[in-house]
């Protein structure tokens, strides 16, 4: 396993699994496997209402909390909530979060940043993290709160490599996690014909070449999945490197085009969403 130092000193894993879209039963299959698989970063959220199941299946793999790097975003309908982060924990069976989001930058987020600040200075929290920020409200952020954000969660793959933002990233410290690692599942990128080729050579799958080239250029990825074949091989990427040529040849498949095109008018009316049961 490689790991990314955050600000703070604690240590990231660059590779894990993320939940979305799946039910709590899902999700718990899902993250039982995953560990069991040697997996020890997981990815979930408020607002994907199986916090639960991920926390069962966290108990189920009997491995110690304390070996898991538990990522989880708090939703924008609870951003100002005094007891949406003890809820959270309560939903996820732990007493600690090793990095807690903002999941998206809706008008109250500086009200919930003070929210996961004051859970930071109280141990709850081990770091914090914005999640789909622009780079205006990210420098905001670092020049307006106590607590500088330790990680940003975008949208990021070879059709979209995020190069400004990471060049920004880059001079602040924060690291990145990239969302939809594998163009949620897009075969068009998945197909590409330099991953088939870099696949033969080093005797990997086209998804294991992608998820290399992500932790290479310093991406952590968290691709989902149900198929416990597919969680194993994408944890499966740490005995192999890309030479300098081959990731600039994986470069040339920038398009420059994201998966979510949302307006912001459109997110500002997701964002209101109302929490479902999470069981
Ligand atoms: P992804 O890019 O990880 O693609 C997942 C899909 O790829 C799966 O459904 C599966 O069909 C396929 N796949 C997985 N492993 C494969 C393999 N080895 N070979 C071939 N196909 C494979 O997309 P995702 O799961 O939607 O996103 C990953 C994670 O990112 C989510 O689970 C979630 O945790 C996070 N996420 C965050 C945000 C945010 O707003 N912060 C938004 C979307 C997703």
Known sequence: MEYFTLSNGNKM????????MMSPAEAEAAVESAIKSGVRLIDTANGYM??????????????????????????????????AIDETLARL??????????????????????????????????????????EDLLKEAIETMD????????????????????AFLAETGMGLMAWYPLGHGDKNLINEPVFAKLAGKYGK???QIILRWHVQSGNVVFPG?????????????????????????VGKVNKGVRYYNGTPEMLAQYAKMELGPDL
């Open 13 to 20: 894993p660059m590779a894990g699994i993320g939940v979305f």
């Open 50 to 83: 199986n916090e639960s199941g991920t926390g069962r299946g966290i108990k189920k793999s009997g491995v110690a909390r304390e070996e898991i790097f538990l990522v989880t975003k708090l939703w924008p309908t609870v951003y100002e909530k005094e007891t």
């Open 93 to 134: 069976g732990t007493d600690y979060i090793d990095l807690l989001f903002l999941h998206q930058p809706t008008d109250n987020w500086r009200e919930g940043y003070r929210n996961i600040e004051k859970a930071y200075k109280e141990g709850k929290v081990k770091a914090i993290g914005l999640s789909n920020f622009p």
């Open 147 to 166: 607590i500088k954000p330790h990680v940003v969660q975008v949208e990021a793959h070879p059709y979209f490599p995020q190069t400004e933002l990471k």
């Open 205 to 207: 799958t086209n998804a």
């Open 225 to 249: 999945s149900r198929n416990p074949e597919h969680i194993r091989d994408n944890f499966d990427i740490f005995d192999f490197a890309l030479t300098g040529e081959e990731m600039a040849e």
